[in-house]
T-cell receptor
Framework: GESVGLHLPTLSVQEGDNSIINCAYS??????FIWYKQESGKGPQFIID?????DKRQGQRVTVLLNKTVKHLSLQIAATQPGDSAVYFC????????????FGTGTKLQVIP | DAGITQSPRHKVTETGTPVTLRCHQT?????MYWYRQDPGHGLRLIHY???????DKGEVSDGYSVSRSKTEDFLLTLESATSSQTSVYFC?????????????FGDGTRLSIL
């Protein structure tokens, strides 16, 4: 987990505040998107997914927004907790190309108690 | 957590030696994948399997081979390890095609080639 990136962008958030993490993707044909959370020394963990026929999807304390026009994805975490500290990255999938996936390099979320 | 076990978790070896990493799943998922994760890069797909004895190449397959003789096991082999293959390797599984179903990942193998 700690080797995701040499200079990962970092978002520092006060505990209890909302967090917004952004991701840009390049393949305009991508039709399935996932946000993953990766803690140090662990594998990526699925958070939430969204398909291209939607622009918003909500889970427990998390919301994903998809803007296909500008190829942008965001993850909103409500009432951020210390346990949310991790690296977050998006992945975009293209069903028209066999097993075609692109993962982002990630954003480190640091929650300040 | 999905039942995925990677072994070994850490390995140090020398250039030119063969290395095999193992991924074992207890979920009976059809699809299994091997990725590598390096600084400055997102996860990159090495090889994947869509069933027993059915495998195909991913984005960065050169220097790697895979085998899947049982549903639960997917092996990644570096025939002759090079320093550029130093990386963290993740196995993932999915019940359906990755463009329709989320993948679930193991906790990785940290491989160092000296």
């Amino acid at each position: 987990g700690e080797s995701v990136g040499l200079h990962l962008p970092t978002l520092s958030v006060q505990e209890g505040d909302n967090s917004i993490i952004n991701c840009a993707y390049s393949n305009s044909a991508s039709d399935y998107f996932i946000w993953y959370k990766q803690e140090s020394g662990k594998g990526p963990q699925f958070i939430i997914d969204i398909r291209s026929n939607m622009d918003k999807r909500q889970g427990q304390r998390v919301t994903v927004l998809l803007n296909k026009t500008v190829k942008h994805l965001s993850l909103q975490i409500a009432a951020t907790q210390p346990g949310d500290s991790a690296v977050y990255f998006c992945a975009d999938y293209y069903s028209g190309g066999y097993q075609k996936v692109t993962f982002g390099t990630g954003t480190k979320l640091q929650v300040i108690p | 957590d999905a039942g995925i076990t990677q072994s070994p978790r850490h390995k140090v070896t020398e250039t030119g030696t063969p290395v095999t990493l193992r991924c074992h799943q207890t979920e009976n998922h059809r699809y299994m994948y091997w990725y590598r994760q390096d600084p400055g890069h997102g996860l990159r797909l090495i090889h994947y399997s869509y069933g027993v004895k059915d495998t195909d190449k991913g984005e960065v397959s050169d220097g790697y081979s895979v085998s899947r003789s049982k549903t639960e096991d997917f092996l990644l082999t570096l025939e002759s390890a090079t320093s550029s293959q130093t990386s963290v390797y993740f196995c993932a599984i999915s019940d359906g095609d990755m463009s329709n179903q989320p993948q679930h990942f193991g906790d990785g193998t940290r491989l160092s080639i000296l």
